[in-house]
T-cell receptor, first 114, second 115 residues
Framework: AQSVTQLDSQVPVFEEAPVELRCNYS??????LFWYVQYPNQGLQLLLK??????LVKGINGFEAEFNKSQTSFHLRKPSVHISDTAEYFC????????????FGEGTQLTVNP | DADVTQTPRNRITKTGKRIMLECSQT?????MYWYRQDPGLGLRLIYY???????NKGEISDGYSVSRQAQAKFSLSLESAIPNQTALYFC??????????????FGEGSRLTVL
């Protein structure tokens, strides 16, 4: 069975600072990996995804993530954050054999302070 | 109009009452899902459906039931609500395969409080 662990429940940063949100996964088969973002009082929306190919994937709003198979990690990064990036971020995994059945991590609340 | 619409958006009810949360979508997707979100626990899958005749239990289906009335409609029922079912519930849809693999489209959520 697949599982996801987000290593930080809360990450406070100052505006224009770099940020990394950490995600580790566990699975015995090949996986697809995702980051979703949830702004206050909204549903989740896809930030980026890794299906295959290049291990560095770029998403919306300047975010990127790197798939590291040996470390079973998929950390999310942004070189310079804005106040508007304040949101909860969820890492998710699906196994290739399970189709679009996602398992989500616990979430990381990113708070960007002025 | 939203592609994935949930009703009601907010509901307060009492222990033992029957509650139905409804979801409709205009994305034309075959796959529909119900998740619940609790602080510190992320999103957990309750039920999912890959087409009208296909219903599957997720990781926390006890106390819940679903109905896929049409390709575009997927409802979640709590036959006898209890306080620990107080949560934010999300409906989501997804395409079958291809570049959209794994990309889910979420409604805005239904906040349920059971007193």
């Amino acid at each position: 069975a697949q599982s996801v662990t987000q290593l930080d429940s809360q990450v406070p940063v100052f505006e224009e600072a770099p940020v990394e949100l950490r995600c580790n996964y566990s699975s015995s088969v090949s996986v697809y990996l995702f980051w979703y973002v949830q702004y206050p009082n909204q549903g989740l929306q896809l930030l980026l995804k890794y299906l295959s190919g290049s291990t560095l994937v770029k998403g919306i709003n300047g975010f990127e993530a790197e798939f590291n198979k040996s470390q079973t990690s998929f950390h999310l990064r942004k070189p310079s954050v804005h106040i508007s990036d304040t949101a909860e971020y969820f890492c998710a995994v699906s196994e290739e054999t399970s189709g679009s059945r996602l398992t989500f991590g616990e979430g990381t609340q990113l708070t960007v302070n002025p | 109009d939203a592609d994935v619409t949930q009703t009601p958006r907010n509901r307060i009810t009492k222990t033992g009452k029957r509650i139905m949360l409804e979801c409709s979508q205009t994305k034309g997707h075959d796959r529909m899902y119900w998740y619940r979100q609790d602080p510190g626990l992320g999103l957990r899958l309750i039920y999912y459906s890959f087409d009208v005749k296909d219903i599957n239990k997720g990781e926390i289906s006890d106390g819940y039931s679903v109905s896929r009335q049409a390709q575009a409609k997927f409802s979640l029922s709590l036959e006898s609500a209890i306080p620990n079912q107080t949560a934010l519930y999300f409906c989501a849809t997804g395409a079958k395969t291809g570049l959209r693999t794994g990309e889910l489209f979420f409604g805005e959520g239904s906040r349920l409080t059971v007193l």
